[in-house]
């Protein structure tokens, strides 16, 4: 990536700026979550810039290396005519994370926000329609939290309009609770 | 009047003998295991040789069903519909460690094991596990068909018994 171009979005946004690093080619820029959609909408539209795919948006949970802020929102940035790349990190505080959604800059955040959102708790502000992708609307919690318990189990199949089934109450209602015989010989979490 | 099946035990050893070399499977393939399931009905395994080489893709017209890969809890209440529409007396294999036990999975997503949501006959280990196993499950049980030792025989004669003693 050209270094005038990487200097001219870090100039423009330099009181948003956390902090940047780069390693083996690929630079990394550690922004505020407040003016996220002005400086995606920066990247794409800049001549020099011109960062026109969205290649990926995840989340990284930091509990158990103990780091303050908890959440981190990675965008990946790709730019098929300069061919370039750029990472933008947004540092999230525990509790009821909130990002402003790039749903308006890149189309393609629609599903990688829904897919952040249904793992990690995410919201994302703006976001057309946030709902469940991956899992179902029962499931409670988000299951790529580093706290989210290892073994716990959340049935579809025992949801409480089925167990009118003779089968399930004679075999599953009655017998050791979902998950039982995992214990001892599985639980890592002892 | 017409013959009671239940009470005679030659017709009813006639029956599981035609019942077990006459299988028609209903697949139900999600994972990798699928790939050890295909060259089972190839010329090489031959599946047919034990009779159940007649793969449906509508269980009203199957009785055995072929768990072969990873089922999801999303997946289950799928499965169960499916196991519940299967004509009777109908049989279950676990196809797998994921479909046995739900194998190195232990998460959120994947239910540990089938019998959780299925009554399970036969469990064939390994992943995946090698035709030759297959095949030693699928002679195992036929083994049980003939002793009427299935699920879903057990629960029928129960139910011939419970109406014995009702009458």
Known sequence: ?190 | MGIELHRSQYLQELLSWARKYSMFVQPYVTACCGMEYMPLMGPRYDLSRFGCEFVQFTPRHTDLLFVVGTITEKQAPVLRMIYDQMAEPKFVVAFGVCASSGGFYQNYAVVPGIDQIVPVDVYIPGCPPRPEQIIDGIVRLQEMIQRGETHSQRELSGRATQGRQAG
């Open chain 1, 1 to 190: 990536m050209s270094k005038a171009a990487l200097e001219a979005i870090k100039k423009k946004f330099s009181s948003e700026l956390l902090s940047e690093h780069a390693q083996h080619g690929d630079e990394t820029l550690v922004v505020k979550k407040e003016k996220l959609v002005q400086i995606a909408e920066f990247s794409r539209d800049d001549a020099e810039l011109a960062f026109d795919v969205l290649v990926d948006l995840t989340v990284v949970d930091y509990l158990i290396e103990g780091r303050t802020p908890r959440f981190e929102v990675v965008l990946h940035l790709r730019s098929t005519s300069k061919k370039h790349r750029l990472r933008l990190k947004v540092p999230l505080e525990e509790g009821a994370p909130k990002v402003p959604s790039v749903v308006g800059v890149w189309k393609s955040a629609t599903w990688m926000e829904r897919e952040a959102y249904d793992m990690y708790g995410v919201v994302f502000e703006g976001h057309p329609d946030l709902r469940r992708i991956l899992l179902y609307p029962e499931f409670e919690g988000h299951p790529l939290r580093k706290d989210y318990p290892m073994a716990r189990r959340q049935p579809l199949y025992r949801r409480p309009e089925r167990q009118g089934d003779v089968w399930e109450q004679k075999h599953i209602l009655s017998g050791p609770a979902a998950g039982d015989h995992f214990k001892g010989t599985y639980d890592l979490d002892r």
